[in-house]
């Protein structure tokens, strides 16, 4: 199946290596990032108020094969489906006092493709040199696109207040239903 839109029944499952257990009570780093609305946005900024940052590997583009093995890597399909899941939440976000924003380490050109040709309307962050990585301590894996062995994230979500994380979601499966696991999740806070 190489539809990006629409994720297969036989994905595997990722298991839970622990690589986001140190999150919670982290401060958000003061990284400012390319992004999709314009300029750079700076999270720690963006953590003030509430604050929900989900970070994927890489979304499809049409015409482009998926990479290989790519549905057998454990959660790295549905980077689309996941991002259109939020925007179509975005109202219960804001309902919440919450921002919204997506992080990949694509760049800043195909950020921009994807937003525009998704209509994502909150800012999806261009982060190709893997920042939010090494300040976070978030996990990554390694692929190989087009002959060449690139770094991606891991998909998780995590939601900060007051600039410091309370909650990460990880690992994130299925993609699809992240956005209304995480409004169910501020809804049932006091």
Do not use: N
């Not at 190709?128 to 991606?152: C, D, K, S, W, Y």
């Not at 909650?167 to 239903?177: E, G, L, N, S, T």
């Amino acid at each position: 199946m190489s539809d990006y839109t629409a994720l297969p029944d036989d994905l595997p499952v990722p298991e839970d290596d622990g690589a986001a257990d140190h999150l919670a009570g982290t401060q958000v780093p003061r990284i400012a990032l390319p992004a999709t609305s314009g300029g750079a946005v700076d999270l720690a900024e963006m953590a003030t108020g509430p604050l929900v940052a989900y970070v994927y590997p890489r979304t499809g583009v049409p015409g482009v094969p998926l990479p290989a093995g790519w549905d057998d890597i454990p959660g790295a399909r549905g980077c689309t489906p996941q991002s259109c899941s939020y925007r179509d939440s975005l109202a219960g976000f804001q309902r919440h006092g919450a921002r919204l924003v997506g992080v990949s380490a694509q760049s800043e050109a195909e950020q921009a493709e994807f937003a525009e040709r998704e209509h994502i309307p909150y800012p999806l962050l261009a982060d190709p040199g893997l920042r939010l990585a090494e300040a976070l301590g978030l996990p990554t894996f390694e692929v190989e696109i087009a002959g060449e062995r690139v770094t991606l994230y891991k998909r998780l979500t995590f939601v900060a207040e007051d600039g410091v994380i309370v909650k990460a979601f990880y690992p994130v499966f299925p993609p699809d239903r992240d956005a209304a696991e995480v409004l169910a999740w501020l809804a049932a806070r006091p």
